[in-house]
């Protein structure tokens, strides 16, 4: 009995590691010059850089939440995925 009580808890995945992303792919998304699309990437290879150090401060339901929120569109970004991290983070902290 306790497997399917396990079973049929929903499945949160719990990243160790920040995920990778095609930041080429969510570039060309935004669209535009090729100037915004070398901006876009240094944007996102910033933010991915960012939370390199950061990731083992996030909760894991929170990066569960980001990560989803920001795949939503199938592009997703370190920029909105840092962005949401940083905004539940601070949630807390005010809440306190």
Known sequence: MP???????P?????????????????RSEGGSKAVLDRCAADEASARDQLQ??????GPQDK???????SMDG????VEL???LE??????????
């Open 75 to 78: 592009t997703p970004s370190y």
């Open 87 to 96: 905004m539940a983070r601070d949630a807390k902290k005010s809440s306190k």
């Open 53 to 58: 150090p950061q990731w083992i401060q996030f």
């Open 82 to 84: 840092l962005t949401c």
């Open 64 to 70: 569960a939440v980001c990560i989803r929120e920001t």
């Open 3 to 9: 497997i399917v009580m396990l079973a049929s808890l």
């Open 11 to 27: 499945f949160t995945e719990i990243a160790d590691s920040v995920p990778k992303f095609d930041i080429a792919r969510e570039c």
